[in-house]
């Protein structure tokens, strides 16, 4: 069990990017340490507000196993970005910590250049064979931890694609349907070597919220979406040599910003509380 308190789960729960600059610019060790008071949920929407070099560094000062934990509730992408960024004894270490299939999804990233489609594609998508039916389908989606696909990509028995079907349109279909009566064939291929830059703009981003990720070979190994495209450019790393605060002042900083913003936060959680009486001449 945490022993944070519930008004500092709260506000870590409602303004985690305050709290990820707070630790930004806290001892590492110290930030450190406070992640790994608190449940790992929260830990990782914290690290999810933070950039790669920051989050990478707090990671490989954490417990192995708290890092480890916190990595698989982030986003895949995120993850990726993160391991990156690590000293490799340090990456291969929170690497066998990981599930297999984890492990390997991430590895195959960490493979492609940063800056190409490969290295920010999830490999776990939803793929169906071209004789599968909309049932099939449906059936899939609603067993599969990928329950939340929102593209269905049709391959051949080579592994080779063949067209998309967007997840809301398989509930306007017949169950018997054939998915290759209703797939799009037109729909746009990523090259897991091409670089983002060059497909950020894409017009096929408009309608589709992943696109199929295609090897040397033209079979599918992934899907890249359109967040993590037009995520591309965005600085986010923090640099060495970020100026550091005492772990007192920054706890001060990102938890209790002002006598009214923690009133407001209490009111948020049903905790009512007047805000005090301001305070003459204090800075």
Do not use: C
Request: aromatic share 4%.
């Amino acid at each position: 069990m945490s022993s944070v308190s519930p008004l500092t789960l709260a506000f870590i729960e409602k303004r985690p990017s305050s709290v990820a600059q707070s630790l930004t610019a806290m001892e590492t060790d110290d930030a450190a340490a406070f992640l790994e008071t608190i449940p790992t949920r929260y830990a990782a929407n914290t690290v999810s507000h933070m950039g790669a070099w920051s989050a990478s560094g707090l990671l490989t000062r954490m417990n192995a196993s708290a890092s480890a934990a916190v990595l698989r509730e982030l986003e895949y992408h995120t993850a990726a970005a993160i391991l990156r960024m690590m000293a490799e004894s340090d990456r291969l270490l929170l690497l066998d910590l990981l599930p297999k299939k984890l492990h390997r999804d991430l590895e195959t990233s960490l493979s492609f250049p940063e800056d190409t489609v490969g290295a920010k594609m999830t490999t776990s998508i939803m793929v169906l064979n071209h004789d599968q039916t909309v049932a099939d389908a449906l059936a899939e989606l609603k067993r599969s931890h990928r329950a939340k696909a929102e593209v269905v990509f049709v391959i051949d028995a080579a592994r080779r694609l063949k067209g998309a079907v967007t997840a809301a349109s398989l509930l306007h279909q017949s169950l018997a349907s054939p998915l290759t009566e209703m797939m799009d064939t037109t729909v746009v291929p990523l090259s897991a070597r091409a670089r983002l830059g060059a497909i950020a703009s894409l017009d096929a981003w408009d309608e589709y919220a992943q696109l199929p990720v295609l090897s040397r070979k033209k079979l599918v190994i992934g899907a890249l979406s359109r967040k993590a495209a037009k995520q591309h450019g965005r600085t986010g790393a923090q640099v060495p040599g970020a100026p550091t605060s005492s772990i007192a002042v920054a706890i001060a900083n990102a938890f209790f910003t002002s006598a009214i913003g923690l009133g407001q936060l209490l009111a948020d959680v049903d905790q009512p509380l007047q805000p005090p009486k301001q305070q003459g001449g204090r800075s």
